[in-house]
């Protein structure tokens, strides 16, 4: 080959050399740009996506067809359950609250039990908005003394009204109130007259007890110590005896047993953060009451019913014998939560039991359940190289489109004209 045609293969070369390495420069100057803004553009698309199909949802809840209303409302609650959206759900509360209104009060059965539902959801979603709990409390409390209601939809109002009330009110004596109220529904399932003889009930029943008693202990944790272990032990009967509690434990029933053995330990756990001497008569007979629990083997309960039973009540017996609260860490994200209180513990069970599976997300995202359990602010995401990445308004991101698209044909003609050069 003549030293002209190398000389001119070198400088093909020699531009090619220099097509790529702008290119490479381009790449690395405007891919993260891309990818982020790519990234964005799929979670626009997937709100989008949510609101369509909250939308569609909010229109079959107004239909005729009491099924179509009843698969709307659940479609609502699986959203919400999912999905943190306040400001969408801001601009739509007087729609939702109007729904649930209407599910609880004309409703029947499946159509009140997803009315109830919706209630602590709406809550959730809007902060604890001052004065929603409370416009919400009065027909729930009229639907749980309805002995004509189904007994699904009184337990799911009763764990609403223990959730809206967690979550918005602070007046002691309102609290006080309610939970004398919950303490008359599950006094049903108290021991009969001689304080021996379980009562019969049905399993029906049992449940809406077991609900009614799990909201008392919710609402419990919110009652400062002090003032707990004035109310039960100086005569003023606003709470019910240990005893009681007691023989709640001989139920027929796994879910009011259970319910009350955690119920134990949060009294115990409330009144020795005051007195660490709190009730330290009735140990005795209480730890022989959870210890056979704790070891049941009765062939006539379910083999599954005996594991949740005992593994629950070894919990139990440990703090009543050692005063040690069984320990969760929970991680999530770049965050982690420590259950290491029956207290905290039951909050967080009662949050999962309206959350669900979307419990994970909300504990990211939902600035009002980090607030609850005190994970700080909601942390931003992060991105490719460890620094934290700001979301982008749709004008940002189409001015920072529309330069890397000029920044690209700007490079890419300067490389035509190298190549048109070379042929030539």
């Known amino acids: 080959m003549s030293r002209r045609n190398k000389k001119a293969a070198g400088k093909a070369r020699a531009n090619d050399s220099n097509s790529e390495d702008e290119s490479f420069d381009n790449v690395s100057v405007y891919s993260h740009v891309s990818e982020a803004?790519?990234?964005?553009?799929?979670?626009?698309?997937?709100?989008?996506?949510?609101?369509?199909?909250?939308?569609?949802?909010?229109?079959?809840?107004?239909?005729?067809?009491?099924?179509?209303?009843?698969?709307?409302?659940?479609?609502?609650?699986?959203?919400?359950?999912?999905?943190y959206m306040p400001d969408f759900v801001e601009d739509r509360k007087m729609t939702l609250?109007?729904?649930?209104?209407?599910?609880?009060?004309?409703?029947?059965?499946?159509?009140?039990?997803?009315?109830?539902?919706?209630?602590?959801?709406?809550?959730?979603?809007?902060?604890?908005?001052?004065?929603?709990?409370?416009?919400?409390?009065?027909?729930?409390?009229?639907?749980?003394?309805?002995?004509?209601?189904?007994?699904?939809?009184?337990?799911?109002?009763?764990?609403?009204?223990?959730?809206?009330?967690?979550?918005?009110?602070?007046?002691?004596?309102?609290?006080?109130?309610?939970?004398?109220?919950?303490?008359?529904?599950?006094?049903?399932s108290y021991l009969r007259g001689d304080d021996k003889t379980p009562v019969?009930?049905?399993?029906?029943?049992?449940?809406?007890?077991?609900?009614?008693?799990?909201?008392?202990?919710l609402l419990l944790t919110l009652v400062p110590s002090g003032d707990f272990v004035s109310l039960m032990t100086t005569g003023q009967?606003?709470?019910?005896s240990i005893k009681k509690f007691l023989g709640l434990l001989q139920s027929p029933h796994l879910d009011v047993r259970m319910a009350a053995g955690e119920t134990i330990a949060l009294i115990l756990e409330s009144g020795r953060a005051h007195d660490e001497n709190f009730l330290e008569d009735d140990i005795g007979e209480l730890c022989d009451a959870v210890k056979q629990l704790a070891t049941d083997s009765h062939k006539y309960r379910a083999k599954r019913d005996r594991k949740a039973q005992r593994a629950t009540f070894r919990d139990v017996l440990r703090y009543l014998e050692e005063d040690i609260s069984p320990e969760i860490n929970i991680r999530f994200g770049h965050d982690a939560l420590t259950l290491d209180a029956w207290s905290i513990h039951h909050q967080y069970s009662s949050l999962c039991a309206v959350m669900g599976p979307g419990m994970t997300s909300q504990l990211q995202e939902n600035e009002f359940i980090r607030d609850i359990f005190q994970l700080g602010p909601r942390p931003n995401n992060v991105g490719i190289n460890g620094n934290a990445k700001v979301k982008q308004s749709k004008l940002e991101r189409h001015l920072v489109n529309a330069a890397a698209?000029?920044?690209?044909?700007?490079?890419?003609?300067?490389?035509?004209?190298?190549?048109?050069a070379v042929v030539q």
């Open 405 to 420: 698209f000029k920044a690209r044909s700007i490079t890419r003609g300067k490389n035509r004209d190298k190549r048109s």
């Open 237 to 240: 009967h606003k709470f019910p």
């Open 200 to 217: 019969s009930v049905t399993a029906e029943a049992g449940t809406l007890h077991a609900e009614a008693l799990s909201a008392w202990g």
């Open 37 to 83: 803004a790519s990234s964005e553009a799929a979670e626009d698309l997937a709100n989008e996506r949510f609101e369509e199909k909250f939308e569609k949802a909010l229109e079959q809840a107004t239909e005729k067809s009491a099924q179509t209303r009843i698969q709307a409302l659940q479609s609502i609650c699986e959203l919400l359950m999912h999905r």
């Open 97 to 188: 609250m109007d729904f649930v209104e209407k599910s609880v009060r004309r409703g029947k059965g499946q159509e009140q039990v997803w009315g109830a539902r919706l209630a602590p959801l709406l809550v959730l979603q809007l902060g604890g908005e001052e004065g929603m709990s409370k416009a919400m409390n009065q027909f729930l409390l009229t639907t749980v003394q309805d002995k004509s209601v189904n007994y699904d939809a009184r337990a799911k109002c009763c764990t609403a009204l223990g959730l809206l009330n967690f979550l918005d009110c602070e007046d002691i004596g309102e609290l006080v109130q309610l939970m004398q109220f919950f303490e008359s529904i599950f006094a049903g």
